[in-house]
Every structure is written in C-alpha cells, then in structure tokens.
C-alpha cells in the first residue's frame, strides 16, 4: 500500500516548484516579492536562499512588463515559472498573456512556441474585498491557445506543475487562496500528475456535482450531509477548465441523469454556463432535470465576512441546489 | 562615434538594401490596390535607412521583434522577399503560413519575432529573450523596433527598467516618425526628449537621423557594442519619417502636404544616392542594373505570392497548441 503524507496545499505548490528547480536548470521562479519575502502566500519561503536571487528573480511591480519577460524568456529557451500576486493583478498583464502567449504559436504558422507557466492566487474567503478575491479562471478558459489548470487537492498542487513545465504550450494555473492553509494527504512518493482528466472524488448515483478548485471541498461537504439524507452525489473535480474533459462530465451525467454546476466565478458567461451549454448540446435526452448551477452572486467580492460568506457558494446552498434538481 | 570612409561595396550593399524595401513595398501598395492584399497594410516608405543600418550590425544569432510596419526590417534581416510577399497573399508559402499577414510576419530562421500589432506590445518579450540569453552564458544580442508611439505605453517604461535592472542584453530601438498613426508627437508627449526617458532608467541613449543610413550605421554599432560586451541594454531613437500614409485606410487629415514634401527632400535612398555620385562611388549604369535586378527580385516575389496555394480549411486550428502536446 501506498504510504500517505499529511501536507498543507502551500508546502504542496512549494514541493512542485522545488522539484521542477532540481529536475531542468532551465526553471527559475519569477514575479512579486517570490524571493526575499518568500512569496505573498508564503510558497516559496526559503526558495531565495537556496536557490540564489537569480532562479527565484523577485521583479518591480510591473505585472506586464515581467510576465511579458517570462513569455520571452520561454520564447529564448528556459522554462520559466511566472508567479502573480492574484488574479485581479494578472489584468495588468493581460495583454501580454492573450495577445503574445496564446497567440504568437498560431500567428507564427507554427514557428515559435511558448512554454511558460503562470501561477496566480484566485478565489474569495479571506474578507480580502473585491479587487483581491475574484474568480477570473473562467475567463481565461475562453482563450485558444491557453491551458487552464484549477488543483483543488494537495496532490494536484504538487503534480501539475512539472506537467504543466513540460507543456510546450503556455499553461496557467489557479491556485485558490483558501487553499494554502488546508491540509490534506498525498502519496508520500506524490510526483507529476495528468492535467488532460476530470477526476470523480466521490462517487454516486443520483447527482453529478461538477466543480474545481476552491469549491471542490465545500462540494464534498454537500454530498456527505446529502448521503445522510438518502441522496447519492457523485462529484467531479474537473481540474483543468481548458481543455474542458467532456468526456468525464458527459458519462457521470449520463450516469446520474442529473447536474448541477458549482463554480465561484460570476454566473453570467461562466465556465459553468459553458459546461451546461455542452451538456445540453450532448446529453439533453439523457436529463431528468433542467441542469443546475451555483455561482458568486454578481457583485464585486465585498468585504464584510456575512456578506462574502453569502456570496458564494456554500454547502448548504449546493445541497439546496442539489435537492431542488432531484425533485425532493 | 568614428564613421569609416565610404567604400564602393559597402555602399552599393546599403543602397541596394534600401532601394530593394522601396520597391517591395511599392509593389506591395499596387497589389494592395489590385485587392490582392488585404486588411492592413503599413508601408516604410521613408524610413528604409533605419532598418538597413541596423541589420549590418547584428549576427545571425542575435534576435529581432518588430511592429506592424515591419516590412523593411524583415527584407533587411533576410526574411525573403517571397516569403513576406506570400505572407501577404495570405499563401501557406508565406512565412507565418498566411496566419499573420503584413502586421505578423515571423521567421524562425532568421530569429525574427515577429512583427507586433499591440503597440509596445514586444518589448516585455525582447526582455525576456535577452534574459534568457543573459541566464544561458550567451553574448547574443536581442534588438526591439518601436514607434514613438509606444514611449506612451507603460511597457515601454516596465522594459527598460526591467532590462536595465537586470543588466540584460537588448538594444531598444525607437522609430520616431513623428506621427502616432494620425496623433503629432507634440500632442501626445509632454517631454519629447525620449532619451532623457531612457536615461531616467538607466540606459544610456542616443538619438540619430534616422534618413541616414551611415549616421544608423555608426550609431548602432556603437550601440550593438555596448550591448554585446555585457553592459546592459541602449537606447537609441531615430528621427525618421514616413513619407506614406499610415495604412491604407488613412487621408492623412492631420499633416500638411508641405510637411512631407520637406520631409521627401531628406529621403534617405535621394540623399544617400547623391553622396555615393558625389564620392564618384555610382553612374547611371550602375543603378540602372541595381534597379533591375531589384525589379527582378520583386516580380518574382509576385509571382511566387500569385503561384501560391491557399492552406486547407481542415488545417484551421493547427497550431493553436503545439502538435505534440494533446
């Protein structure tokens, strides 16, 4: 038997960077205070003094400017690993990641790939108001050329990042900030893990819950009181938001016959209303109910903690919403 | 700044060079017209003495990245006049397979990255293939086109502080023609002394005129030494002017025809034409065989671009993600 390892999810994402640093000399860690502070959620404590201030590069407050260099730098041969503060700051860079990263393979006719990775913070729960706790993955998940990777385990937080290094295409990964400080357990021998396949965390028989990151736990919390009640939840950790698995989302549902989306992004043009337009597009005759979702409600993140607790999903509204679609 | 005295080949190649993006580009401006070429089309007429005297300074390793006026730059670095030309007839044959057209021409050859249609848009990028230079032990130089236009942005200030923070090899060079598309320089920066802009980085600057090709010369090999030797990035702009519209699309409501006019009478090929027959460095003989083989070359690209295939509609969404990856 495999023997397992508690760890927080922050020594995770570091036990990922520290591996990929030893494995290719082409890595190195750049962005906001990611070296002598030891990075704004504390991953890379430590990283600096090991690695020295080249491979763990503190930059200027100049989010396009230095997730522009990663790009260029990956253009140049090295496999960097671009760290932003949060998703909120990433639209200081947006240009560079959808008009360069995503676009130049394409506009190139094939010539000039971009291999880099860029990590960001994502998600509310830490009252840090709205222009710190948005959940923007969906929209990046809009964007050719991009890879969207959501880790909602410890294992995931560990494993995609070497996958994600050896992508030769750019790959952004979420990590929600919630997440840092939980703990959760993990092969001790924990490695690179697929970034191509949704994974079904609990199984069932009566309703698919479909969900990443963030939201992943509050799911699983839903489907265990929903089991005392009686109700089977089977819920899907689709990791990755693009490429979307369509494979893994339409066999649970084809196997449940019943949905609902969980998604801390705003509802409106949500990957969670992509992923109901797909369902209908393939499974419509397999439904038994209209599919469901829970969503941020659409306000800026505020920062009073009753109302950002209620703007969210929480396990009692995904067990509302859950109930509602099998009909009591 | 030493400028060597004039010799013949040297001075048939920078004329060559010169006179061959002229009639490219007019050629390119007649098929526009004749609705082979579509979408946007931005013409370096005027400005041909800045891009030849660059690329006599770079190696093959070193890298470019341009804008979306970059025809000239792309001619000038060894991108072939029929690749571009096919680029342009939106022909698999083209060098970015007809993805790009005239604002996106790559070149993997020729460590051509691309022109850039986000103003200052490539100059984060050039930061990070110096950088990657920088971090690999190589003395390879990295060198960024960019109007006057971009000095507004606020990559352009992000790059130069990163570059010279960082001590990275790359060669910042500005093309001030004067005009942001249709907003004067006067109207849009409140110091129009772009090299104290760069200096306030750090990086040393230097502005030239840009309508002569040996002044470019000179002043870029001084620059591309700097660079080369370890000593962090430069700056240099380059006074220059289009004598064409801005695109296609533009009647150039906003300067004087005089303007151009005056402008015209620096041209570089007119002005660097009368020096070589001053220095007894051409006859009429000579320029007239210059010009027909150039005609040569660019009726070739023409044909080459007309001959061209168009890529299957299957082959769409190649290279949206590299094939090896799933």
């Given at each position: 038997?495999?023997?397992?390892?508690?760890?927080?999810?922050?020594?995770?994402v570091?036990?990922?960077?520290?591996?990929?640093?030893?494995?290719?000399e082409?890595?190195?860690?750049?962005?906001?205070?990611?070296?002598?502070?030891?990075?704004?959620?504390?991953?890379?404590?430590?990283?600096?003094?090991t690695?020295g201030?080249?491979?763990?590069?503190?930059?200027?407050?100049?989010?396009s400017?230095?997730?522009?260099?990663?790009?260029?730098a990956?253009?140049?041969?090295?496999?960097?690993?671009?760290?932003?503060?949060?998703?909120?700051?990433?639209?200081l860079?947006?240009?560079q990641?959808?008009?360069?990263?995503?676009?130049?393979?394409?506009?190139?006719?094939g010539?000039?790939?971009?291999?880099?990775?860029?990590?960001m913070?994502?998600?509310?729960?830490?009252?840090?108001?709205?222009?710190?706790?948005?959940?923007?993955?969906?929209?990046?998940?809009?964007?050719?050329?991009l890879k969207?990777?959501?880790?909602?385990?410890?294992?995931?937080?560990?494993g995609?990042?070497?996958?994600?290094?050896e992508?030769?295409?750019?790959?952004?990964?979420?990590?929600?900030?919630?997440l840092?400080?939980?703990?959760?357990?993990?092969?001790a021998?924990?490695?690179?893990?697929?970034?191509?396949?949704?994974a079904?965390?609990?199984?069932?028989?009566?309703?698919?819950?479909?969900?990443?990151?963030?939201?992943?736990?509050?799911?699983?919390?839903?489907?265990?009181?929903?089991?005392?009640?009686?109700?089977?939840v089977?819920?899907?950790?689709?990791?990755?938001?693009?490429?979307?698995?369509?494979?893994?989302?339409?066999?649970s549902?084809?196997?449940?016959?019943?949905?609902v989306?969980?998604?801390?992004?705003w509802?409106?043009?949500?990957?969670?209303?992509?992923?109901?337009?797909?369902?209908?597009?393939?499974?419509?005759?397999?439904?038994d109910?209209?599919?469901?979702r829970?969503?941020?409600?659409?306000v800026?993140?505020p920062?009073a903690?009753?109302?950002?607790?209620?703007?969210?999903?929480?396990?009692?509204?995904?067990?509302?919403?859950?109930?509602?679609?099998?009909?009591? | 700044?030493?400028?060597?005295?004039l010799?013949h080949?040297?001075?048939?190649h920078?004329?060559?060079?010169?006179?061959?993006?002229?009639?490219?580009?007019?050629?390119?401006?007649?098929?526009?017209?004749?609705?082979?070429?579509?979408?946007?089309?931005?013409l370096?007429?005027?400005?041909?003495?800045?891009a030849?005297?660059?690329?006599?300074?770079?190696?093959?390793?070193?890298?470019?990245?341009?804008?979306y006026?970059?025809?000239?730059?792309?001619?000038?670095?060894?991108?072939?006049a029929?690749?571009i030309?096919?680029?342009?007839?939106?022909k698999?044959?083209?060098?970015?397979?007809?993805?790009?057209?005239?604002?996106?021409l790559?070149?993997?050859?020729?460590r051509?990255?691309?022109?850039?249609?986000?103003?200052?848009?490539?100059?984060?990028?050039?930061?990070?293939?110096?950088?990657a230079?920088?971090?690999q032990?190589?003395?390879?130089v990295?060198?960024?086109?960019?109007?006057?236009?971009?000095?507004?942005?606020?990559e352009?200030?992000?790059?130069?502080?990163?570059?010279e923070l960082?001590?990275l090899?790359?060669l910042?060079?500005?093309?001030?023609?004067?005009?942001?598309?249709?907003?004067?320089?006067?109207?849009?920066?409140?110091e129009?002394?772009?090299?104290?802009?760069?200096?306030?980085?750090?990086?040393?600057?230097?502005?030239?005129?840009?309508?002569?090709?040996?002044?470019?010369d000179?002043?870029?090999r001084?620059?591309?030494?700097?660079?080369?030797?370890?000593?962090?990035?430069?700056?240099?702009?380059?006074h220059?002017y289009?004598?064409?519209?801005?695109?296609?699309f533009?009647?150039?409501?906003?300067?004087?025809?005089?303007?151009?006019?005056?402008?015209?009478k620096r041209g570089?090929?007119?002005?660097?034409?009368?020096?070589?027959?001053?220095?007894?460095?051409?006859?009429?003989?000579?320029?007239?065989?210059m010009?027909?083989?150039i005609r040569?070359?660019?009726?070739d690209?023409?044909?080459?671009?007309?001959?061209?295939?168009?890529?299957?509609?299957?082959?769409?969404?190649?290279?949206?993600?590299t094939?090896?990856?799933?």
């Open positions: 038997m495999t023997q397992m390892v508690t760890t927080t999810y922050r020594e995770a570091k036990g990922g960077i520290v591996e990929a640093l030893d494995r290719d082409r890595v190195f860690l750049m962005g906001e205070d990611v070296g002598k502070y030891g990075g704004c959620y504390g991953v890379s404590k430590g990283l600096y003094q690695y201030s080249e491979r763990i590069r503190d930059t200027p407050l100049s989010e400017g230095f997730v522009g260099a990663g790009i260029g990956a253009l140049g041969g090295m496999r960097p690993i671009v760290e932003i503060m949060t998703v909120n700051f990433s639209l860079a947006l240009d990641i959808l008009n360069n990263a995503a676009t130049i393979l394409h506009m190139s006719g010539q000039f790939n971009v291999p880099v990775v860029i990590r913070a994502t998600g509310a729960g830490r009252q840090l108001a709205a222009q710190h706790s948005h959940s923007l993955e969906g929209w990046y998940a809009h964007i050719p050329g969207v990777l959501t880790p909602a385990t410890v294992a995931d937080a560990r995609m990042l070497w996958t994600a290094l992508d030769p295409d750019p790959v952004l990964i979420f990590e929600h900030a919630a840092y400080n939980t703990q959760g357990e993990m092969p021998d924990a490695g690179p893990v697929e970034i191509h396949k949704a079904v965390r609990r199984e069932g028989s009566d309703v698919t819950v479909l969900t990443y990151g963030g939201s992943l736990h509050k799911c699983l919390a839903a489907a265990e009181q929903l089991d005392k009640e009686g109700t089977s089977e819920v899907v950790d689709l990791r990755t938001l693009r490429p979307l698995d369509d494979e893994t989302i339409f066999a549902v084809r196997k449940t016959h019943r949905a989306i969980v998604d801390e992004g509802r409106s043009g949500s990957i969670s209303a992509e992923i109901m337009a797909r369902i209908m597009e393939t499974c419509f005759f397999e439904l109910a209209p599919v469901a829970v969503c941020a409600a659409e800026p993140i920062y903690k009753h109302l950002e607790e209620f703007a969210l999903p929480q396990p009692n509204t995904i067990v509302a919403a859950v109930r509602q679609v099998k009909g009591g | 700044m030493t400028e060597p005295p010799e080949d040297r001075a048939h920078l004329l060559r060079q010169m006179v061959r993006i002229r009639r490219f580009e007019e050629k390119a401006a007649q098929v526009y017209t004749e609705g082979k070429i579509r979408g946007f089309l931005h370096y007429i005027g400005e041909e003495a800045v030849v005297g660059v690329m006599e300074n770079l190696r093959e390793d070193d890298a470019v990245l341009s804008t006026r970059e025809h000239g730059h792309a001619l000038a670095r060894g991108v072939s029929r690749s030309m096919a680029e342009m007839y939106g698999v044959e083209g060098c970015s397979r007809g993805r790009g057209g005239s604002m996106h790559f070149d993997a050859d020729t051509f990255y691309g022109g850039n249609a986000i103003v200052a848009g490539g100059l984060p990028l050039a930061v990070g293939l110096a950088l230079d920088k971090m032990g190589r003395d390879r990295t060198v960024c086109f960019f109007g006057e236009g971009a000095v507004a942005e606020g352009f200030h992000e790059s130069l502080n990163l570059a960082w001590r090899p790359v910042f060079l500005c093309e001030n023609n004067l005009y942001a598309m249709g907003t004067a320089f006067e109207r849009s920066e409140a129009m002394d772009l090299c104290k802009k760069a200096q306030s980085y750090g990086v040393p600057a230097v502005a030239v005129d840009g309508m002569n090709v040996i002044e470019v000179t002043a870029v001084d620059a591309v030494a700097h660079v080369r030797s370890g000593r962090g990035p430069h700056f240099v702009e380059f220059t289009r004598f064409r519209a801005h695109s296609m533009d009647a150039q409501l906003y300067r004087d025809k005089e303007e151009v006019e005056e402008w015209k570089p090929i007119l002005t660097f034409q009368r020096k070589m027959r001053e220095l007894g460095l051409l006859d009429d003989a000579e320029l007239e065989a010009e027909a083989e040569e070359e660019v009726e690209a023409v044909e080459y671009a007309d001959r061209g295939t168009l890529e299957s509609t299957d082959d769409l969404t190649k290279y949206v993600y094939e090896v990856s799933r």
